[in-house]
């Protein structure tokens, strides 16, 4: 039982040294880093010329670690800088075969006309309805296939076609110029009103 007792104190007094020596131990204060780290790295280490500017080994590894992280960002940042140039070179040379709402509308026209992989498409008959009567958006070799897809219009896409074909002959009408493009227009709506009435 002696030895027992005797370990048993021994544990007791060393937890009593431990607890007792970390009371007594000041706190740490935090160690001022280097000044020449805090400067910027490119100064302080230049990779591209291959001279050190500061001898890495006078360094704690603490300022070490700083330095690298300073370095790391400024590749990763020089790397994002590349690939964000290389992006929008890439991207000026796609925009050009991107086709325009016009474009894809007169497509799906003549897609129609051919009956070839046609699908309808509510975005594109709405953008052909509102501008059929425009000849610059829509060329009289294209309206006359307009005609033909009108003669198939129903239900309420069909009766709104004539009230604003309407609406726009009685605004015509109401205009007594007599400019070409206004003739042109007249024409076109004269036409899509004898087709639906």
């Known amino acids: 039982m002696a030895k027992n007792k005797t370990k048993s104190s021994e544990k007791k007094e060393k937890k009593k040294t ?13 160690k001022k880093l280097n000044p020449k780290v805090s400067e910027d790295p490119d100064s302080l280490i230049s990779k591209e010329e291959g001279q050190n500017n500061l001898n890495i080994e006078d360094l704690t590894p603490e300022e070490r670690r700083v330095l690298e992280r300073k370095l790391k960002k400024e ?27 016009t474009d894809l509308a007169l497509q799906y026209l003549e897609s129609w006309s051919k009956k070839h992989e046609w699908k309808f498409q509510k975005t594109r008959q709405t953008w052909l309805l509102m501008n059929m009567y425009d000849q610059e958006k829509v060329p009289d070799k294209y309206f006359h296939i307009m005609l033909d897809y009108l003669g198939g219009l129903k239900g309420s896409a069909r009766e709104t076609t004539i009230q604003k074909a309407e609406a726009y002959m009685k605004e015509c009408d109401s205009d007594e110029t007599q400019e070409e493009a206004n003739s042109q227009r007249r024409e076109r709506i004269r036409e899509v009103l004898q087709l639906l009435s």
Do not use: D, W
Request: glycine share 4%; no cysteine; aromatic share 0%.
């Open 18 to 30: 431990i607890s007792e020596s970390s009371v007594e131990v000041p706190k740490a204060k935090k």
């Open 75 to 101: 590749r990763k940042k020089e790397e994002k800088k590349l690939k964000k140039e290389k992006g929008l070179a890439e991207e000026k040379k796609e925009e050009p075969s991107k086709p325009s709402g």
